[in-house]
């Protein structure tokens, strides 16, 4: 099962946390973060968004932050899909997945992740709006939220 999957398809998060915790009876603990595509955007109604990437690029810099995911906490597997293409309103659009022994290591390692995605990934997003399309900036918050681990993203201006 590959530790990184970029794909248009929708994901079962349980057949995804199954699969994961299949194989390892030392699982204590498995945590997951869903994110799903907003109706509303800085008060905009959202209708879609389309997500575009560097096939390649994009997986080994995800397999980068699962690494270091390895290398900061005691976590047993992790796994991250995210969804590219275009997305309807209430669509999944990323899934990530962590086991460990204990629930604190797979908190820890899965906010983690998720707050590394969100400012290092190679992701281009474009909101459609009854006013048009629009490409989404990148977010203070979600570099503070990275600043949290010691990643300086500096991508909001």
């Not at 994110?35 to 397999?63: D, F, K, N, Q």
């Not at 796994?79 to 990530?96: E, P, S, Y």
């Not at 281009?124 to 048009?132: F, L, Q, Y």
Request: glycine fraction near 8%.
């Amino acid at each position: 099962m590959p530790r990184v999957c970029i794909q248009a398809g929708d994901f079962d998060l349980g057949a995804e946390t199954a699969q994961l915790r299949a194989a390892d009876g030392g699982v204590g603990a498995v945590v997951a973060f869903v994110g799903t595509v907003r109706e509303h955007s800085s008060g905009a109604a959202v209708s879609a968004m389309e997500l575009e990437h560097y096939p390649g690029m994009t997986e080994a810099a995800i397999e980068a932050m699962v690494d270091a995911a390895f290398a900061r906490f005691d976590i047993r597997a992790a796994r991250v899909i995210h969804r590219v293409g275009t997305l309807q309103a209430r669509d999944q659009i990323v899934l990530v997945l962590v086991t460990s022994a204990h629930r604190g290591q797979a908190f820890q390692a899965c906010e983690f992740l998720m707050d590394y995605l969100k400012t290092q990934a190679p992701f281009w997003k474009k909101e459609h709006t009854p006013d048009g399309a629009q490409w989404v900036d990148a977010r203070v918050a979600d570099d503070e939220a990275a600043a949290r681990w010691g990643i300086a993203a500096g991508n909001a201006s």
